[in-house]
């Protein structure tokens, strides 16, 4: 894809470095978020991001005056200065790259890569159809929390340190220090430019107004050749690309180095690679770019995506492993903040789904080793036990072998907005996709032992004739709700589609599938996911916008997900025979939308969420690992060819 990007063009391009940082923009060039910038490097891998170079103004002087090639947006909406006028065509493939005209028929080329297990971002600038010119960069400093904003102030340092070839900036001794070496010569011109206007945080409620510092500039004869230039963080390791030796600076050697690794692997293979980071000695899934750290309800689910069909059993045993070892009164934390606090245990579904994940992973993997297996497996008996026997917030076996949780102020399941005090979706007592992750792990931990076979006997027993509701047609959302027996919640929420056989064989008569499977269908079904609640309902909101609590309020009231695609479809697969017809229908009815949206956000991903309403625009994280890794488990799991016709489950 290559074509000429608008001056609103929204489509935003990522590039990972496998340690939690990145760099990030949109293909005009404009920066719309906070969270747009050249060098965001984690400095806990992969958490403590810092945003440390925003942005490079570029200019080229064919003899004629300099011409801008890059924009900006400055508050309160001017954009200056034009390069985006100049702005011919841009392409996310190998890397971002942008082509510019020139007003006398010259062009001059833009790319840039991030490579892997490095904070570093390799830059290049190619002439074409002029003998000569002279290239003027200016990196612009941000030094900053990723989430936060700079304003100009006497702390920040713009002095500058020369050592041989390469160029040092520590403008603030809280954050890491820049590395630049270039191709062209610097000069030190320190400069502030003030008010820069990040228009995406403005529509969603947030500070969006930055200053940024410049040190000075680079500027580059193209007599020479392409112009180069990296930048690195200093992290206490050293770079992996050859910053500090004497020899000259070639990116052309780099470029060619990175293209062909890029070419052994498809544009969707490297988006999945994205989301796998170093966590410690071990690995671990970032959950979504920009703003999403590894959490553990994400990483289990998209695991099943992003690493098993794929083939990467031994990194999806190395994260479950590193996991393993946080199993406390029978529950793994789903979060691991930023600044190094304790681990969030506030989930009910994310022990669940790690079993869920070890299951798949020891039906996949044969490069484990013994010793790595009964690890995986003590972790799943603790889990089972614990939430057998009762853990924290009123997690526990009911006597009807479901699995009850919750308590007032808490928001345990995936549907987990909460703004203060309020909780938006509280689903307290016994939640309908709990109950199929619960059952699912009994069906596999009854290896370990009778009383877990027995107990997943009883809730077997106990699930239809508790959730199904003969009067609407498919199953509560709740049972037992603020655990008041027999109180029900009868909202049309897509949570059911795990008992209705995405999660495997379904937990209902097979009538009583396709019934619910069909209400959902048309109730809930989206181009982009499920819509979390029905328009019917007087509470859904359609649009997922605004300020930060109109759009938690949205959240799970009406708001679509494109990561609920994989389970609705592999039940309705399953529903129909699993047969090679009904996954061509699925292909063409459910996936190819997701397919499209490949190109329309986040380039090469899919978002997080989008509006209920149409013509559901895309919202939320648009790099979401979840959503991307459905979509690649349909591809290579679920709607994969089959050998033999399927039975019906």
Same mark, same amino acid.
């Given at each position: 894809?290559?074509?000429?990007? &608008?001056?609103?063009?929204?489509?935003?391009?990522?590039?990972?470095?496998?340690?939690?940082?990145?760099?990030?923009?949109?293909?005009?060039?404009?920066?719309?978020?906070?969270?747009?910038?050249?060098?965001?490097?984690?400095?806990?891998?992969?958490?403590?991001?810092?945003?440390?170079?925003?942005?490079? &103004?570029?200019?080229?002087?064919?003899?004629?005056?300099? =011409?801008?090639?890059?924009?900006?947006?400055?508050?309160?909406?001017?954009?200056?200065?034009?390069?985006?006028?100049?702005?011919?065509?841009?392409?996310?493939?190998?890397?971002?790259?942008?082509?510019?005209?020139?007003?006398?028929?010259?062009?001059?080329?833009?790319?840039?890569?991030?490579?892997? /297990?490095?904070?570093?971002?390799?830059?290049?600038?190619?002439?074409?159809?002029?003998?000569?010119?002279?290239?003027?960069?200016?990196?612009?400093?941000?030094?900053?929390?990723?989430?936060?904003?700079?304003?100009?102030?006497?702390?920040?340092?713009?002095?500058?340190?020369?050592?041989?070839?390469?160029?040092?900036?520590?403008?603030?001794?809280?954050?890491?220090?820049?590395?630049?070496?270039?191709?062209?010569?610097?000069?030190?011109?320190?400069?502030?430019?003030?008010?820069?206007?990040?228009?995406?945080?403005?529509?969603?409620?947030?500070?969006?107004?930055?200053?940024?510092?410049?040190?000075?500039?680079?500027?580059?004869?193209?007599?020479?050749?392409?112009?180069?230039?990296?930048?690195?963080?200093?992290?206490?390791?050293?770079?992996?690309?050859?910053?500090?030796?004497?020899?000259?600076?070639?990116?052309?050697?780099?470029?060619?180095?990175?293209?062909?690794?890029?070419? =052994?692997?498809?544009? @969707?293979?490297?988006?999945?690679?994205?989301?796998?980071?170093?966590?410690?000695?071990?690995?671990?899934?970032?959950?979504?770019?920009?703003?999403?750290? /590894?959490?553990?309800?994400?990483?289990?689910?998209?695991?099943?995506?992003?690493?098993?069909?794929?083939?990467?059993?031994?990194?999806?045993?190395?994260?479950?492993?590193?996991?393993?070892?946080?199993?406390?009164?029978?529950?793994?934390?789903?979060?691991?903040?930023?600044?190094?606090?304790?681990?969030?245990?506030?989930?009910?579904?994310?022990?669940?789904?790690?079993?869920?994940?070890?299951?798949?992973?020891?039906?996949?993997?044969?490069?484990?080793?013994?010793?790595?297996?009964?690890?995986? &497996?003590?972790?799943?008996?603790?889990?089972?036990?614990?939430?057998?026997?009762?853990?924290?917030?009123?997690?526990?076996?009911?006597?009807?072998? $479901?699995?009850?949780?919750?308590?007032?102020?808490?928001?345990?399941?995936?549907?987990?907005?909460?703004?203060?005090?309020?909780?938006?979706?509280?689903?307290?007592?016994?939640?309908?996709?709990?109950?199929?992750?619960?059952?699912?792990?009994?069906?596999?931990?009854?290896?370990?032992?009778?009383?877990?076979?027995? @107990?997943?006997?009883?809730?077997?027993?106990?699930?239809?004739? !508790?959730?199904?509701?003969?009067?609407?047609?498919?199953?509560?959302?709740?049972?037992?709700?603020?655990?008041?027996?027999?109180?029900?919640?009868?909202?049309?929420?897509?949570?059911?589609?795990?008992?209705?056989?995405?999660?495997?064989?379904?937990?209902?008569?097979?009538?009583?599938?396709?019934?619910?499977?069909?209400?959902?269908?048309?109730?809930?079904?989206?181009? $982009?996911?499920?819509?979390?609640?029905?328009?019917?309902?007087? !509470?859904?909101?359609?649009?997922?916008?605004?300020?930060?609590?109109?759009?938690?309020?949205?959240?799970?009231?009406?708001?679509?997900?494109?990561?609920?695609?994989?389970?609705?479809?592999?039940?309705?697969?399953?529903?129909?025979?699993?047969?090679?017809?009904?996954? *061509?229908?699925?292909?063409?009815?459910?996936?190819?939308? $997701?397919? *499209?949206?490949?190109?329309?956000?986040? $380039?090469?991903?899919?978002?997080?969420?989008?509006?209920?309403?149409?013509?559901?625009?895309?919202?939320?994280?648009?790099?979401?690992?979840?959503?991307?890794?459905?979509? @690649?488990?349909?591809?290579?799991?679920?709607?994969?060819?089959?050998?033999?016709?399927?039975? !019906?489950?």
């Amino acid at each position: 894809m290559s074509e000429r990007p &608008e001056l609103g063009d929204a489509r935003e391009w990522l590039e990972a470095d496998g340690l939690g940082g990145f760099a990030s923009g949109t293909a005009s060039g404009l920066r719309t978020r906070r969270y747009h910038g050249l060098l965001c490097a984690a400095r806990t891998p992969p958490t403590g991001r810092a945003l440390l170079v925003a942005a490079v &103004e570029a200019w080229v002087d064919l003899g004629r005056g300099p =011409r801008a090639l890059t924009s900006h947006r400055y508050d309160p909406g001017v954009t200056h200065p034009d390069g985006v006028a100049r702005l011919a065509a841009f392409t996310p493939e190998p890397w971002p790259t942008w082509t510019y005209e020139l007003e006398d028929g010259a062009r001059v080329v833009h790319e840039l890569f991030v490579p892997r /297990d490095a904070a570093e971002v390799v830059l290049r600038w190619r002439l074409e159809g002029a003998p000569r010119g002279t290239l003027t960069l200016r990196p612009l400093l941000a030094a900053r929390d990723a989430h936060a904003l700079r304003r100009e102030g006497a702390g920040f340092d713009l002095s500058t340190r020369l050592e041989g070839a390469s160029v040092r900036w520590r403008p603030d001794p809280a954050w890491p220090g820049i590395v630049a070496r270039a191709s062209g010569r610097f000069r030190h011109e320190p400069l502030w430019y003030r008010s820069f206007l990040y228009e995406v945080e403005r529509a969603r409620g947030y500070d969006h107004v930055e200053d940024l510092g410049a040190p000075g500039v680079f500027e580059h004869d193209f007599a020479r050749g392409p112009a180069g230039l990296v930048l690195a963080a200093e992290l206490g390791e050293a770079p992996v690309l050859p910053l500090f030796d004497g020899a000259p600076l070639d990116v052309g050697d780099l470029f060619e180095r990175e293209r062909e690794r890029r070419v =052994r692997t498809s544009a @969707l293979e490297r988006a999945a690679e994205a989301y796998l980071v170093r966590r410690g000695r071990g690995r671990s899934l970032i959950a979504g770019y920009p703003w999403f750290t /590894d959490w553990g309800r994400d990483t289990f689910i998209a695991l099943r995506g992003l690493l098993l069909a794929r083939g990467e059993t031994r990194a999806a045993a190395d994260i479950l492993l590193a996991w393993a070892e946080h199993v406390s009164e029978g529950m793994l934390p789903n979060r691991f903040p930023d600044q190094g606090d304790a681990p969030e245990f506030n989930s009910v579904d994310a022990s669940l789904w790690f079993v869920v994940a070890v299951e798949e992973t020891l039906g996949a993997a044969r490069e484990l080793a013994p010793a790595e297996q009964r690890q995986l &497996e003590a972790a799943v008996r603790a889990i089972l036990s614990g939430y057998a026997g009762g853990t924290r917030f009123g997690i526990r076996a009911d006597e009807d072998g $479901l699995l009850a949780c919750g308590e007032p102020g808490l928001q345990l399941t995936w549907m987990d907005a909460k703004v203060g005090d309020e909780v938006m979706t509280p689903r307290v007592g016994k939640p309908v996709e709990i109950q199929a992750l619960w059952l699912r792990a009994l069906a596999f931990g009854g290896r370990y032992g009778r009383r877990l076979r027995a @107990l997943g006997e009883r809730a077997a027993r106990a699930f239809e004739p !508790r959730f199904w509701s003969d009067e609407h047609g498919y199953l509560h959302d709740v049972v037992d709700c603020d655990h008041v027996r027999g109180a029900v919640d009868a909202s049309l929420r897509p949570n059911q589609v795990f008992a209705l056989g995405g999660l495997g064989p379904s937990l209902v008569a097979p009538g009583r599938t396709r019934a619910a499977l069909d209400v959902l269908e048309a109730e809930l079904v989206t181009p $982009l996911g499920l819509r979390t609640l029905a328009p019917s309902d007087a !509470r859904y909101r359609g649009r997922y916008a605004g300020a930060p609590l109109e759009r938690d309020r949205a959240y799970h009231q009406g708001t679509a997900w494109p990561w609920l695609t994989g389970p609705f479809v592999e039940a309705w697969v399953r529903d129909r025979g699993a047969g090679d017809e009904a996954k *061509a229908a699925a292909r063409e009815r459910f996936l190819a939308p $997701l397919r *499209a949206h490949l190109d329309l956000a986040g $380039l090469g991903h899919l978002s997080e969420v989008a509006d209920g309403d149409a013509p559901h625009t895309p919202g939320g994280c648009p790099f979401q690992a979840w959503s991307l890794g459905e979509y @690649l488990r349909l591809e290579r799991r679920v709607l994969a060819p089959s050998a033999e016709p399927a039975r !019906r489950s």
